[in-house]
């Protein structure tokens, strides 16, 4: 299901920023985003996910991942200017 979801926004965005990837499957599964300041990911239901899918846990644990809020809210204001950009 969330792979499935996860096709949709590629083919819809193309080659969609890791940001929108993870702001939209966090609203429609409530997942929690996680940053590295590099990329994101969506944590659902304890799996890891990114605009490849299933992000291996090995590369989570290796990559140094935070909840985002723990970045603070300039990052998430940074991710949403960038984010804007890219579509306008």
């Known amino acids: ?10 083919k819809y965005y193309g080659e969609p920023q890791c940001f929108l990837v993870a702001l939209l499957l966090s609203h429609r599964y409530m997942g929690t985003i996680f940053y590295n ?29 935070l909840p985002l809020q723990d970045f603070g809210l300039d990052i998430e204001i940074t991710l949403m200017d960038a984010l804007v950009d890219k579509h306008k």
């Not at 299901?1 to 590629?10: D, P, Q, S």
């Open 37 to 65: 300041s590099d990329h994101c990911i969506t944590m659902i239901g304890g799996k890891y996910y990114d605009k490849r899918g299933v992000v291996p846990i090995k590369e989570v644990k290796e990559g140094n991942y």
């Open 1 to 10: 299901m969330i792979e499935r979801r996860i096709k949709l926004i590629n």
